[in-house]
């Protein structure tokens, strides 16, 4: 299916694991995106990457790694969870709709961090 | 440090009204400004671009002003319906290395009473 998919949709773990989340899309846009959601902040920007193998830090990226190899693919690493990075992360690509520039946003992926 | 403010208390209005919401900035100026909708537990989904040399820009039953001057963006919902319930998010272009980068503002939330 055409589009911009995360996986996992929900996921649940531990202070101190490595979680991965994962993100697709297939129009072979050049700019991707992580944003968290959380209640008072809004979309805070993580990391955006403009190419594959080029990215760059955005407004919270402390805790987070990315990597980009194949542009189709984003995904975002939390090396050690902290509680604090309970959230609901959102992956983004840039894409033109009717000549205007939009991002494309996937259904997200609700993390708890115990 | 630039800034978007939405009106972080929800509008609640009557089915037909008009709702307007409210998108203010400082320490920007951007090319244009963007209108996202997102409904509970999805990400949010492009509405609608203005441009800063544009006054108004009209889709459907939404209308959008810009005005560079006061620094701010109104949307319109004209003869809104409870389906129209949701947080509409505005985001702004902030420069950055080079691209353009969205910056979002933390939403308004619009519920629409039958």
């Known amino acids: 299916d055409a589009g911009i998919t995360q996986s996992p949709r929900y996921k649940i773990t531990e202070t101190g694991r490595q979680v991965t989340l994962m993100c697709h899309q297939t129009w072979s846009h050049s700019y991707m995106f992580w944003y968290r959601q959380d209640l008072g902040h809004g979309l805070r920007l993580i990391y955006y990457?403009?190419?594959?193998?080029?990215?760059d830090k955005g407004e919270v990226p402390d805790g987070y790694v990315v990597s980009r190899s194949k542009t189709e693919n984003f995904p975002l690493t939390l090396e050690s969870a902290t509680r604090s990075q309970t959230s609901v992360y959102f992956c983004?690509?840039?894409?033109?709709?009717?000549?205007?520039?939009?991002?494309?946003f996937g259904p997200g992926t609700r993390l708890l961090v115990l | 440090s630039q800034k978007i403010e939405q009106n972080s208390e929800a509008l609640n209005i009557q089915e037909g009204k008009t709702a307007t919401l409210t998108c203010n900035y400082t320490?920007?100026?951007?090319?244009?400004l963007q209108w996202y909708r997102q409904d509970p537990g999805r990400g949010p989904v492009f509405l609608l671009l203005?441009?800063?040399?544009?006054k108004e820009k009209r889709k459907e039953r939404l209308k959008v002003t810009f005005d560079t001057t006061l620094k701010q963006s109104l949307f319109h919902i004209t003869a809104s319906q409870p389906a129209d319930s949701a947080t509409y998010l505005c985001?702004?272009?902030?420069?950055?290395?080079?691209?353009?980068?969205?910056?979002f503002g933390r939403g308004t939330s619009l519920i629409v009473h039958p």
């Open positions: 320490n920007y100026s951007p090319a244009y």
């Open positions: 203005i441009r800063e040399n544009e």
């Open positions: 990457s403009a190419a594959a193998d080029i990215t």
């Open positions: 985001a702004l272009p902030g420069l950055s290395g080079g691209s353009y980068i969205p910056t």
């Open positions: 983004a690509s840039r894409g033109t709709s009717g000549y205007q520039e939009t991002q494309y």
